[in-house]
């Protein structure tokens, strides 16, 4: 596909549960954003990859989640024993490079996460 | 603290009047400055940029913006309002050493009414 694409596009879970969303960026590009979209929070950032490391994951609210990225592609976004509070849309981002402000960012549709 | 303020969250225009959509942001240093557009159910799409050069920037759908660095604004603007142009629109930032993190503003909900 052409653009970034995400995968599910909804996730209905109970309060508990371990949730696993995953991203497809664009083919090529080496860097790659995961932000969290809640009505509360806003748009907030929770970790960058640049390939498979990922030297910056400050955004991420607690121990409960974590993220990887394997082959310098496919990333998946793990939250464990999700609680009422993750529930919101998980956006996925790419960028041709890491640093700099003239790499665009490419955002996929998200996942909507609703913790019942 | 608070980086990025969009003043309104829902603004409401008549189809063929001016957008105004309003951002200020609080940095110690210039920052780089970003809009974007999302519609129901997608996700967001850059509208325009400002990085350096050039304060007034152009960019997709007949939208600009003006960086005003005494007034700390980068406020959105479009002379006639379409109807396709109903959508949320956000104000980021990239501040400091990051060079990569967007901090985003609450967001402000375009309504255009025909």
């Known amino acids: 596909g052409a653009g970034v694409s995400q995968s599910p596009s909804n996730k209905v879970t109970e309060k508990g549960k371990d949730v696993e969303l995953r991203c497809d960026p664009i083919?090529?590009?080496?860097?790659l954003y995961w932000y969290r979209q809640s009505l509360g929070q806003g748009l907030e950032f929770l970790i960058y990859f640049q390939g498979n490391s990922a030297p910056d994951k400050s955004g991420l609210p607690s121990d409960r989640f974590s993220a990887e990225r394997t082959g310098g592609s496919v990333s998946t976004l793990t939250i464990q024993r999700t609680q009422q509070e993750d529930s919101a849309v998980y956006l996925c981002a790419s960028s041709l490079e890491g640093t700099g402000p003239y790499n665009e960012q490419f955002f996929g549709p998200g996942t909507r996460l609703t913790v019942l | 603290a608070q980086s990025v303020t969009q003043l309104g969250s829902h603004v409401s225009v008549s189809e063929g009047a001016l957008v105004l959509l309003r951002c200020n942001y609080s940095s110690s240093v210039p920052p780089y400055l970003f809009w974007y557009v999302q519609y129901p159910n997608q996700g967001l799409q850059l509208l325009l940029k400002?990085?350096?050069?050039?304060?007034l920037v152009k960019g997709i759908n007949g939208f600009e913006a003006e960086f005003k660095k005494s007034e700390t604004s980068f406020h959105l603007t479009k002379p006639s309002a379409h109807m396709s142009d109903a959508a949320e629109y956000f104000c980021?930032?990239?501040?400091?050493?990051?060079?990569?993190?967007?901090?985003f503003g609450k967001g402000t909900l375009l309504t255009v009414n025909p």
């Open positions: 980021a930032v990239i501040i400091g050493g990051s060079n990569y993190k967007l901090t």
């Open positions: 083919s090529g590009h080496t860097a």
């Open positions: 400002y990085t350096t050069g050039a304060t």
